[in-house]
């Protein structure tokens, strides 16, 4: 999917993307960028509670480590 960004530096969220996100007015985006990429996230209401179990992998601090690791590679680039 595609859209413009106005002059005024606003843009449409597609419909299907707003339906399958449950995207409705009031709700808060946040702006990831990477360096590389950019990621347009919802922000749960309760944060809190959003997070709730995602640390529970046996692999976190090796995923933790890899991406360290990708980071200080990014990093070293001229």
Do not use: C, F, N
Not at 12 to 28: L, S
Not at 37 to 54: C, E, F, H, M, N
């Amino acid at each position: 999917m595609q859209t413009a960004v106005t002059k005024r530096g606003q843009t449409v969220i597609p419909a299907a993307i707003r339906k399958r996100y449950r995207i409705t007015g009031g709700v808060h985006l946040a702006w990831l960028d990477d360096g590389e990429t950019i990621r347009v996230v919802p922000v749960p209401v309760d944060s809190v509670s959003a997070l709730r179990g995602r640390g529970r992998s046996k692999k976190m601090v090796e995923h933790l480590l890899m991406e360290r690791r990708a980071d200080l590679l990014r990093e070293e680039k001229p």
